[in-house]
């Protein structure tokens, strides 16, 4: 059964916007392709295979393997692939998010990353935790903040959400003017509760988030990179989702949520809700195994590099 026009051409013009984004070019990202342009470029050929393809695809192989997966109890994270594409932490709240990030970000730290957290949540204060050094940002009169390059967490609890965006847009536009110019050490920027930052359709309004998209999109050019965790992921921007490689999913019951992540899975979606709070599916280039791992500060060397 062939696949609908009107399929090949949306998935062609998503697949076409989508390396705009990721080619540096986030403001062609708005503006409707021709026809004649997907077909040259290739997209639609591509797109029309994509919605062929069978259940015995390399793809659909993993995505639909029967049986149970693998559990290991040490997390497995790729520094390398971080820095290239990041990473993301989905699922409900309540379900070890934040203690599996703050295990990824010690071995970012070991690894003589700068990580910088913007914090939602007020979770990034509370010990342990492995970064030590804070500033709380005010909703209210002038403050001027001068950091030395070190690991560092924003409070952004205090901000209502308008706020919330407008820091982070210069606070992006800040690291990527600096590394723009010169600086030459990567540093890794950890948004919680990225739903707020990144909502769905975020990354196509340049007018409102602008800078976060081309810190996103240009950021690993000149070594910066980023992860996020959301525990609302049917609501946060999908093209967010689809930059990074490595993936986190957590417990999730809510039916939108649930939809999103099993597009992302496939059967092993069926796992999802049987997890326990410290269980999580790893999700990366074809690998997917289900993780068990320690608190934060309880075995925290547990994680394979």
């Not at 010690?106 to 804070?134: C, F, H, M, R």
């Not at 800078?211 to 049917?234: D, W």
């Amino acid at each position: 059964m062939l696949p609908k026009k009107e399929q090949i051409l949306e998935l062609a013009k998503e697949r076409w916007r989508l390396d705009q984004i990721r080619f540096g070019n986030p403001k062609l990202a708005e503006i409707e392709p021709e026809y004649q342009e997907l077909v040259e470029g290739g997209y639609i050929w591509s797109a029309k295979m994509e919605l062929m393809q069978s259940l015995e695809s390399k793809h659909a192989k993993w995505l639909e393997k029967d049986g149970e997966l693998e559990t290991v109890y040490e997390i497995p994270f790729d520094i390398d692939e971080a820095l290239k594409t990041g990473f993301c932490i989905l699922g409900n709240k309540g379900c070890g998010k934040t203690t599996l990030a703050k295990h990824l970000v010690q071995k970012l730290i070991e690894n003589g990353i700068i990580v910088y957290v913007l914090d939602s949540s007020k979770a990034w204060i509370k010990k342990p935790t492995p970064i030590t050094d804070y500033f709380t940002v005010l909703p209210y009169g002038t403050q001027r903040f001068q950091w030395k390059p070190k690991p560092y967490v924003f409070d952004l609890s205090l901000l209502p959400i308008p706020l919330k965006i407008k820091f982070v847009n210069l606070f992006c536009k800040t690291l990527l003017n600096a590394h723009i110019q010169g600086f030459n050490q990567w540093e890794f920027v950890v948004f919680e509760e990225a739903h707020l930052i990144f909502p769905n359709g975020s990354l196509r309004s340049l007018k409102k988030n602008g800078e976060a998209v081309a810190f996103a999109t240009i950021g690993r050019n000149y070594k910066l990179s980023f992860g996020f965790i959301t525990q609302f992921p049917a609501n946060v921007d999908k093209l967010l989702v689809k930059l990074t490689v490595q993936r986190y999913l957590f417990q999730t019951w809510e039916p939108n949520d649930y939809r999103y992540m099993q597009r992302l899975l496939g059967k092993h979606a069926k796992e999802l809700k049987s997890l326990e709070a410290g269980e999580c599916i790893y999700q990366a280039r074809g690998k997917v195994l289900k993780v068990a791992f320690p608190e934060y500060g309880i075995g925290s060397d547990r994680t394979v590099v």
